[in-house]
C-alpha cells in the first residue's frame, strides 16, 4: 500500500495498521439481516455433561415500519427449538415458559434476547455446545422469513457482555 506524502515507512505501516483496524468491524460483524430484520451477535453457552436442554440469545432490531414477529427458531444441537420466557412472578417466584404466538419486534423497536427474560430453548440436545465452537441455527419472522443464524458459544456460566467473541 501507498501512502503518498508520507516520507516514514514506519508512519507509512502505522497509517495502514490504522485503516485495516478502521476496516475490520465490518469483517467480523456477527450480524445477520433478513429485510428489516436485523440479529446481532447470537450467543449460547456452553453446558455441563448430561444437560437436556441450552439457551440462546441475540438482539433483534426492526429497521422497518411496520411490526414484525419472532415466531420460530432452530439449531443444529438440538431437535426442538422453542421461543421462551423467564419472568418473577408476584410471590417473587421465576418462572420459565414457552411464548405462545412468537415475540414481537416493534417497528423501528429493538428486543433483547437475554439471561433472565426472552430466550431461545434448545431441547432434546443432540450434542453439547462446547466453549469457542460455533453452531448453526435459523430464525423465522411472521414477515421477514427465514434468516439462517450462527451462535457463538461462550464459557459455562459466562457474563452477559459475551465480548470474548467479538468476531
Known amino acids: 500500500m ?8 514506519a508512519l ?5 495498521g490504522l485503516a485495516l483496524i478502521a476496516a475490520m468491524p465490518a469483517a467480523i460483524a ?10 446481532v451477535h447470537p450467543w449460547s453457552r456452553a453446558t455441563p455433561p448430561g ?7 441475540a438482539t433483534i432490531t426492526n429497521n422497518g415500519s411496520t411490526p414484525d414477529k419472532l415466531v420460530a427458531v432452530t439449531g443444529e444441537i438440538s431437535d426442538k427449538g422453542e421461543i421462551h420466557e423467564m419472568a418473577v412472578d408476584g410471590n417473587g417466584v421465576m418462572t420459565m ?14 428486543v433483547e434476547l437475554k439471561p433472565g427474560a426472552f430466550h431461545i430453548m434448545f431441547k ?3 450434542r453439547l455446545p462446547k466453549q469457542g465452537e460455533k453452531f448453526k441455527g435459523t430464525m423465522t419472522f411472521e414477515k421477514a422469513g427465514e434468516v439462517a443464524v450462527e451462535y457463538a458459544v461462550d464459557k459455562m456460566g459466562g457474563d452477559n457482555s459475551h465480548n470474548d467473541h467479538k468476531n
Open 97 to 110: 415458559r414457552p411464548v405462545e404466538g412468537g415475540i414481537e419486534i416493534p417497528a423501528g423497536g429493538t
Open 2 to 9: 501507498s501512502i503518498p506524502f508520507v516520507r516514514s515507512a
Open 30 to 39: 456477527h450480524e445477520f439481516k433478513v429485510g428489516d430484520i436485523e440479529i
Open 124 to 126: 432434546e440436545l443432540k
Open 12 to 16: 507509512r505501516g502505522a497509517i495502514a
Open 51 to 57: 444437560a437436556k436442554v441450552a439457551a440462546g440469545y
